[in-house]
């Protein structure tokens, strides 16, 4: 019997005088506050901005036209981060950031250096021309990019990957995007009004098909470049200083690049705009679509390549690797919770999933020798969050195992099997209660193991527990 805790003490938030003599700066409520008023200083700024460039009447039409392509964005990206999703501050604070924070540095700072080039040329021509190709990619990227450093310093634990890269900062991007077209369409409203224009001649609908239609997804596109260098640099072990650092400039010095050859599209001819669209926005677009997607299936891989190992230890069942590593597993054992239990077991289901997620990406950054110097308590943490839920997360993705296992064949044995209950994929029919240290059970059959003799069995009809509050811990073996 193992005679470690299963948990380590933790500090509390005044032990040692580690929060207590705190600077007030330090401390989270006012690191809250000073965040919440910052954005929304910033809304209220960009608010009054828009609106006097565009009118009352223009920012109303703007906004309603905005706004079409910005929820099919955001499902977009929350579908991607479904494997482990984050927490839903961090994409509330990415797309406040750049709808407000970044939209008012872009507005602003592109503003006065256009005037400037202007004045100092005498030549206001060629000052939109740098305007729109040089300074807006550098200006409106670094803005758009401190949401996602803010978010890889701050948020550590919940910036794993690439997919969480890509997910902060497409979310952010949307935000951006959403400000920046209330106010080209509600500019091109007020042309209209002007000159008269209506329906499919006008610049609003012009502006619309190009903005909207064509390119709802520009933006994130850029930033997601960004989003990328951070997530390969999360990946990145503690001690590789540089590569942690160049890789999110490169990422940003693509996104400059090539939200630079977009906006100078323009420029190459009559037909420039749609060489570059269907040339390199396309394709781009296609590839980091193929990119992102071939990310999250290979999460889904090594969650059900690191989570084998808790089986082992008596953490986790033999089915839970299996039902972990499929969404369709993971929907259905959502859905069993709920018409059992109704939404709070949902909910528990859910978090059991990510805590479950998390830990197997943790694991697999340790084997590969990039875990970072919390490893252990981290991992003991995820491991307490999963025992906690474990009475209602277990029955719902056993059953969804057993849902979803593909059939096996099986050829009856010509000789006679007395006292063994089971089917093809090693459920047992009756439930077997708890365990002596003999294998119950056979397992999946999808390299999970052979059954285990940590104290427990799972059936159909239930499953026990083991004699101990939890299993003893066992540090990860390769």
């Known amino acids: ?51 006097e460039q565009t009118g009352t009447e223009g920012f109303l039409v703007g906004l309603g036209l905005a706004v079409l392509p910005v929820p099919l964005l955001l499902a977009a990206f929350r579908w991607l981060d479904r494997v482990e999703p984050g927490p839903w501050r961090n994409l509330l604070f990415a797309f406040a950031w750049g709808a407000c924070a970044a939209a008012l540095i872009a507005i602003v700072t592109n503003s006065f250096a256009t005037r400037w080039i202007a004045t100092a040329t005498a030549d206001p021509s060629s000052a939109d021309t740098i305007g729109a190709t040089v300074i807006a990619p550098v200006v409106e990227e670094s803005a758009k990019a401190a949401a996602v450093l803010l978010v890889f310093l701050f948020r550590r634990r919940d910036f794993t990957g690439i997919v969480d890269g890509v997910v902060i900062a497409g979310v952010t991007a949307t935000g951006f995007a959403f400000t920046e077209n209330i106010l080209y369409l509600g500019t091109a409203f007020g042309t209209d009004q002007l000159t008269g224009d209506r329906g499919i001649a006008s610049v609003t609908a012009a502006t619309f098909f190009v903005r909207v239609i064509m390119s709802p997804f520009a933006h994130p596109l850029f930033t997601v470049l960004t989003g990328i260098g951070f997530g390969v640099s999360a990946l ?5 200083r540089i590569r942690r650092v160049l890789l999110p400039l490169s990422g940003l010095l693509l996104a400059m690049g090539m939200h630079a050859i977009w906006n100078g599209s323009s420029k190459f001819g009559e037909y420039g705009f749609f060489a570059v669209y269907a040339a390199f926005m396309v394709p781009a677009f296609g590839l980091l679509t193929w990119l992102v997607v071939w990310t999250r299936q290979r999460e889904l891989r090594t969650v059900r390549a690191e989570l084998p190992a808790y089986v082992a230890a008596g953490w986790l069942t033999p089915a839970e690797p299996y039902a972990l590593g499929s969404m369709r597993a993971r929907r259905l054992a959502r859905d069993h919770a709920r018409r059992r239990f109704g939404k709070p077991a949902a909910r528990a289901v859910a978090q059991y999933e990510a805590y479950a997620t998390s830990l197997a990406f943790l694991r697999h950054r340790g084997r590969s020798g990039r875990a970072n110097t919390d490893f252990v308590v981290r991992e003991r943490e995820l491991l307490q969050e999963l025992w906690w839920r474990r009475e209602v997360a277990r029955p719902a993705l056993d059953y969804a195992a057993r849902a979803t296992a593909p059939p096996v064949p099986v050829t009856a044995p010509p000789w006679p099997v007395y006292g063994v209950y089971g089917n093809a994929n090693g459920y047992g029919m009756a439930g077997s209660g708890p365990g002596t240290g003999a294998a119950h059970g056979v397992g999946l059959g999808h390299g999970i193991g052979a059954g285990y003799g940590a104290g427990y069995g799972y059936g159909a009809a239930g499953y026990g527990h083991p004699a101990g509050p939890y299993p003893a811990y066992n540090p990860y073996q390769p």
Do not use: K, N
């Not at 509390?12 to 929060?19: C, R």
């Not at 705190?22 to 910052?38: E, K, N, S």
């Open 1 to 51: 019997m193992a005679t470690c805790p299963p948990y380590p003490t933790y500090p509390s938030d005044t032990a040692g005088g580690v929060l207590r003599h705190a600077h007030w700066w330090q401390r989270t409520g006012v690191r809250y506050g000073a965040l919440i008023t910052l954005l929304t200083l910033s809304g209220l700024v960009i608010l009054a901005l828009v609106r």
């Open 236 to 240: 990145s072990a503690e001690r590789r």
